[in-house]
């Protein structure tokens, strides 16, 4: 039994947009995540923009060397994409054990990278892809790094009367290598532990761009930058690679909780930045 | 008691047409068709929705509770309070079946009243136009709570300055054993090992939450349709109302799981209540989060073992202590720990032995039965024990295992000798083959081989005096009815029923109806748990069925002109065995011998050997009807830098005595494995300071389709069971060792152990990394 | 009060309308029409037991509204066949024994659908990964994906002959 609200239901991107700017009403995209906060009173909300008929925003298009995944596209559109592998392989690995089978098939990248949840496990993928998101609103559109898109737990940039319209970014070059690791209680429909993504790619024996980023270990999903920059330009020995992760686990902010401790969790983000750095090395260079 | 040969090539003198042989169960077509209705299907004319309001602490005292807001919301018909019940607002919750009560007369509030003692207690009552009006009812009752100090842990509660949760103690049971001399048994040994294990609180997690529909009719009888495994729960509902039994009507449709979490009294007398208020129809179904606090978990354990061995492996002596957690209500605590106690040992011979059990109220959420009752929790101690003891003497741990398996004609713990086959070795032999070789290690993977054994009851306790009737009748058209009424809770007990009575009558199963769940239409059949369904109705089935066989033969004798053991019943045809062509269709036999006037159905009653108890001071006596003996073995690989625990290979053996339905056997292996692998790595409901901080699917990490290992089943027929055709009861013990090998395979693979259940990551990596450093340190 | 709104769907090849206001589920709102062969067991999409198709898709109907279910094709377990005239996943679930209480069997056999839909030859991989959103207690999932195996056979074989 869900609360009562009241649900308009716009059928393109200005009306939606219309309807936002109106400052009566909160997106509701999938639904996957807001029902149960919402049943469970965790989220409050009396008016809702349902996005799910709006099919201008469902949709992924593979351009010369640019992706764009419109916010409606389902975590099932990423699976059922033949070109996605190539295109970022992390994030189909991510969508692979995404939930479950039947919210896979209504939850919307969009709104998993809306929620703000530190263990949304289409984020880190994204992040190391160095993706772009685009807002909309009724007054224009920005475009931004997904980096400086969150601010703190379950806080983004975005204003109230603002739309997540698309994810775009630049297919990672051949040969290099994306990698993601959900770590969980179970390997089935859970929620991720420590989640990390990695992206490397070699040119001339030396790693010309690496992107590594962090999920469920701080208030809010995180490149580690300061890591990254260890690794750039260099041949990744064991011993780079362990500073790196060392400094990757530095920059946690892990809490303790049902799933796991604290403790836990940086012991986990440094082992398995590692374990992802020497793969990712290995497969790149 | 049965005279068998127990030897493992032993082919006894049988020839089953469908016993034992793999048939689609009767019960399945209707499931796959989706037009099962279970107890929250049910939709009746002008029927009410019924919400319950439960504590949201642990432990408080209940200054006042005002209900008059609620009560005048338009379209509420009834809010009800401790203050709206019978004076004694009280329900039975000790054992439930056929005899009445067992030795513990154990009550529980039907709403709190002046005190709430655990998170979840019921406190009121609605019943609405619909659930959306229920709830808001709810939320306009005040209930002014003053918090008040609780004991949270097993231990603390036995201290003396501990509060009191009910009654004068905080003792809900105790037990002791004492055998032999266990001074000289530890001065027999080359070695003594003491260790600790401890494990946790498992959910049924049974996929239909608890639902009922409750209605008064117009004969004046109270009519309940519930998802629950013992219809006998009438009685109590009954008593709770101050109503005569015969006023009750309880109906079980098909259960969607009980696990033992419907197995005491659920949600059955709050409708009653209502329905009895409101005069209309009221239905309930639990949400998922209210379910996890409506009936009650598995009891956590703490189990101390202290073992003597010889060198060559022999068992001189063993002292234990184990503890467990009853929560705020007694429930099912002493059976359950007395199970434990029993099966503490394990299926090994200890002559020398101390035991000491407690059970203590505490007030966290009362726990009750599950699948393995008590025996479950002492057999992942034990078996835990029995490895350690294996890897200190330096011998292989099944080689270990055989020097001290009780064999038929053994004493076991309580001094019960065991009559019927002890195939352990076997099965053990059998189950550790089919893992094969151990994986080699790789750079973040280890993986290791585990074993476990068990000797777990079937039937119930004997001093219960539990008894099954069944009925079985031919009609003029050959087929056959049986009306018996056990509760399907999804483990093909209905379906048995059909297979057993076609046996004996020679009637394929697909001709034959079960009228099951309903005990005021049907003979009381006992309850679904203690593994006792198939062995209990299983039997006054095949009781019955032989009765008009006999009936039949009598008659047919006299046509044929041959003496009634000369004839047989097979292919829906009634034949003489030497001369197979003399012959007649069920069908014109049943009519024949109708015209004879024979009597072509039957009532049976099957009654499990009885006895008186325990000896309080040695807790020797004959607790349980029989036992079941097999082993549990699991390959597992262990990532070095997660703890992550993935079971790759799982394999079952058991001596089932006979299976009925080899399928359904199987499948009762193939979700032990699962239900086993979440108690022993994912499984864990969290309470601080009781109040529960994982109620729900989410949380609550059961198994999934992609944590399912290879799982292998590995039946062996020994055919010396109490019950039909020589079958054991298989629902529990299957599932006893499961967690225990799975535990012993991590130790295998990681070169260490660790005591507290269940295995997370976390804990299975910080046990890697401690053993590192003590490496490192030596 | 929040507003309501009739909806009109189609629920195994025949019109249903329903007067509902927004925030009712599409479980709640079919199982309150009779459709009780869509069970409940969560109420926020972790079990699967309430699985229908939408449009041929499998979705979790306790958390997806009514109101968006309009004009659209619901199949659940009875559309997919009955004992005249069975589904292959149905007939296979009664040979391995794949169902054992039954309530996440309808859920369960929707998605098998949806995954056989889509992948005639599904690994055992890939169908532990399509039923991955269905919890069962009882069976350990393994004769379940082996009616699925059955069944994507037949489907070949039927296919062939046809």
Request: some cysteine; overall charge negative; glycine content about 8%.
């Amino acid at each position: 039994m869900l609360p009562r609200f009241e649900l308009s239901q716009p059928q393109t991107l200005p009306e939606a947009l219309k309807a936002l700017a109106g400052g009566v009403g909160q997106p509701l995209a999938g639904g996957t995540n807001l029902f149960p906060d919402l049943r469970g009173g965790r989220e409050k909300g009396d008016t809702f923009i349902s996005l799910s008929q709006v099919g201008e925003l469902r949709y992924i298009e593979h351009t010369d060397n640019r992706v764009t995944l419109g916010s409606g596209a389902t975590i099932s559109d990423i699976l059922r994409d033949p070109q996605m592998k190539i295109a970022a392989p992390a994030l189909v690995a991510a969508s692979d054990i995404f939930a479950g089978a039947m919210v896979r098939n209504a939850a919307t990248i969009g709104g998993n990278v809306c929620c703000g949840s530190p263990s949304a496990d289409s984020v880190p993928p994204l992040l190391t892809l160095g993706a772009d998101v685009t807002l909309a609103s009724a007054s224009g559109e920005r475009t931004l790094p997904l980096d400086e898109f969150y601010l703190d737990y379950k806080k983004t940039v975005m204003k109230p009367d603002e739309l997540l319209a698309s994810i775009s970014w630049t297919p990672p070059t051949p040969g290099s290598a994306h990698l993601f690791y959900k770590l969980s209680r179970r390997k089935g429909d859970a929620i991720t532990i420590t989640g990390i993504s990695v992206l490397v790619e070699a040119e001339g024996g030396k790693c010309k761009t690496v992107r590594i980023a962090l999920g469920s270990v701080a208030p809010t999903i995180f490149r580690a930058h300061e890591a990254e920059g260890m690794l750039a330009g260099r041949v990744l020995t064991s011993e780079l690679i362990e500073e790196a992760a060392q400094s990757a686990a530095g920059q946690c902010k892990p809490i303790s909780d049902n799933r796991a401790s604290a403790e836990y969790r940086l012991l986990t983000a440094h082992s398995l930045t590692r374990r992802l750095l020497r793969q990712a090395w290995k497969q790149a260079s | 008691m049965n005279q068998v040969d127990t030897s493992p090539n032993a082919i006894p003198n049988v020839n089953l047409r469908q016993v034992g042989k793999n048939k689609p169960r009767n019960d399945s077509p209707t499931k796959v068709y989706g037009k099962a209705i279970y107890a929250g299907d049910l939709i009746m004319d002008d029927m009410l929705f019924a919400k319950v309001l439960h504590s949201d602490r642990a432990c408080a005292d209940i200054k006042s509770i005002d209900v008059s807001v609620a009560k005048t919301l338009p379209g509420v018909h009834s809010v009800l309070t401790a203050d709206d019940l019978p004076a004694t607002n009280a329900v039975m919750t000790d054992m439930p079946g056929q005899v009445g009560g067992g030795t513990k007369n154990t009550k529980q509030p039907i709403l709190a009243k002046e005190r709430v003692r655990f998170y979840g207690e019921p406190i009121a009552l609605v019943a609405a136009e619909s659930y959306e009006l229920a709830q808001r009812a709810l939320d306009l009752i005040v209930v002014d709570y003053e918090d008040t100090e609780g004991v949270y842990d097993a231990f603390d509660a036995q201290k003396p300055d501990a509060p009191i949760v009910y009654g004068n103690d905080n003792i809900v049971a105790a037990y002791k054993v004492r055998k032999g001399d266990i001074e000289k048994g530890f001065q027999e040994a080359d070695f003594v090992l003491e260790n600790t294990y401890s494990s946790q609180y498992q959910e049924q997690a049974f996929l239909e939450p608890e639902a009922a529909v409750a209605w008064v009719d117009e004969h004046d009888i109270l009519n309940i349709r519930s998802s629950t495994q013992v219809v006998e729960h009438f009685r109590a509902v009954a008593d709770a109302l101050g109503m005569p039994h015969n006023k009750v009507h309880l109906q079980a449709p098909y259960v969607g799981g009980g696990f033992g979490g419907k197995e005491v009294m659920t949600i059955e007398v709050w409708l009653a209540l209502l329905a009895m208020d409101a005069q209309r129809p009221v239905k309930l179904k639990q949400t998922r989060e209210n379910s996890f606090i409506s009936h009650g978990p598995r009891h956590p354990f703490t189990i101390t073992h202290k073992t003597g061995v010889t060198k060559d492996g022999k068992i001189t002596a063993a002292k234990i202590t184990l503890t467990s957690d009853a929560g705020a209500y007694a429930k099912l605590s002493p059976y359950i720990l007395l199970y434990a106690t029993v099966g503490a040992t394990g299926p090994y011979r200890v002559d020398n032995l101390w035991i000491d059990s407690t059970s203590a109220a505490t007030n966290n959420l009362p726990t009750c039965a599950y699948r393995g009752f008590g025996t479950m929790q002492a057999t992942t101690a034990c078996e835990a024990q029995m490895e350690e003891l294996s890897k200190l003497i330096g011998l292989d741990s099944l080689e270990f295992r055989r020097k001290n398996f009780i064999q038929t004609g053994d004493p076991n713990a309580t001094g019960q000798i065991i009559r019927s086959a002890v195939w352990s070795d076997q099965c053990a032999t059998k189950a550790r083959e089919a893992l094969g070789d151990k994986p080699k290690s790789t750079e973040h993977t280890v993986y290791g081989h585990g074993l476990a054994c068990y000797q777990q009851s079937y039937g119930r306790i004997r001093w219960m005096k539990d008894t099954s009737e069944s009925w079985v009748g031919l009609e003029m058209d050959g087929t056959l009815i049986v009306r018996c009424a056990v509760t399907d809770i999804g483990a093909g007990q209905m379906s048995a029923l059909a297979q057993i009575a076609g046996e004996v009558l020679g009637v394929p199963m697909e001709e034959i109806t079960v009228y099951f769940g309903d005990g005021h239409v049907n003979p009381l059949a006992g309850t679904s748990t203690a593994s006792r369904a198939l062995y209990m109705t299983g039997k006054a089935t095949e009781l019955a069925a032989k009765n008009v066989r006999n009936n039949l033969f009598e008659c047919m004798a006299e046509y044929f002109d041959v003496r009634p053991e000369e004839l047989d019943l097979g292919d829906s045809k009634v034949f003489v065995q030497d001369n197979p062509e003399r012959c007649m269709s069920v069908k014109d036999m049943a009519k024949h011998c109708a015209a004879q006037g024979v009597h072509r159905h039957s009532l049976e009653i099957y009654r499990a050997p009885p006895s008186e108890g325990l000896d309080p001071e040695t807790g020797q006596g004959e607790v349980f009807p029989d036992f079941t003996y097999g082993a549990h073995a699991a390959t597992v690989a262990v990532d070095t830098d997660t703890g992550e625990v993935t079971v790759i290979k799982s394999v079952g053996a058991h001596d089932v005595g006979q299976s009925i339905n080899r399928q359904a056997v199987e499948g009762q292996i193939e979700g032990s494995a699962l239900m086993g692998q979440g108690f022993a790595l994912s499984e864990e409901l969290i309470l601080e300071k009781g109040v529960l901080k994982n109620g729900s699917f989410s949380e609550y990490l059961i198994p999934t389709s992609e944590d399912v290992p290879e799982i292998e089943s590995i039946i062996l027929e020994s055919r010396s069971g109490l019950g039909p055709f020589g079958s054991k009861g298989i629902g529990e013990p299957v599932f006893s060792p499961v967690a225990a090998s799975i535990v012993n395979a991590v130790a295998d693979a990681i070169g260490t152990r660790i005591h507290h259940l269940p295995l997370t990551p976390e804990k299975v990596l910080t046990a890697i990394n401690e053993e590192k450093t003590k490496e490192a340190a030596e | 009060m929040s507003s309501e709104k009739a909806v009109t769907l189609r629920v195994n090849g025949n019109e249903v309308n329903i007067i509902t206001p927004a925030h009712r589920t599409l479980l709640e709102a079919l199982r309150h029409e009779g459709f009780v062969e869509i069970k409940s067991g969560c109420e926020k999409g972790d079990c699967g037991a309430c699985a229908v198709l939408l449009d041929g898709v499998p979705v979790d109907s306790c958390i997806t509204l009514a109101w968006h279910a309009e004009g659209r094709d619901v199949t659940t377990i009875k559309g997919l066949g009955n004992s005249d005239s069975p589904d292959p996943l149905q007939k296979a679930f009664i040979e391995t024994g794949g169902a054992q209480c039954g309530y996440c069997t309808p859920g369960m056999i929707i998605a098998a659908k949806a995954l056989l839909n889509e992948n005639p030859e599904p690994s055992l991989d890939d169908i532990k990964k399509a039923l991955s959103g269905n919890l069962c207690r009882c069976t350990g999932y393994t004769k379940i994906f082996e009616a699925v195996q059955i069944a994507a056979e037949d489907l070949r074989k039927e296919g062939e002959a046809a």
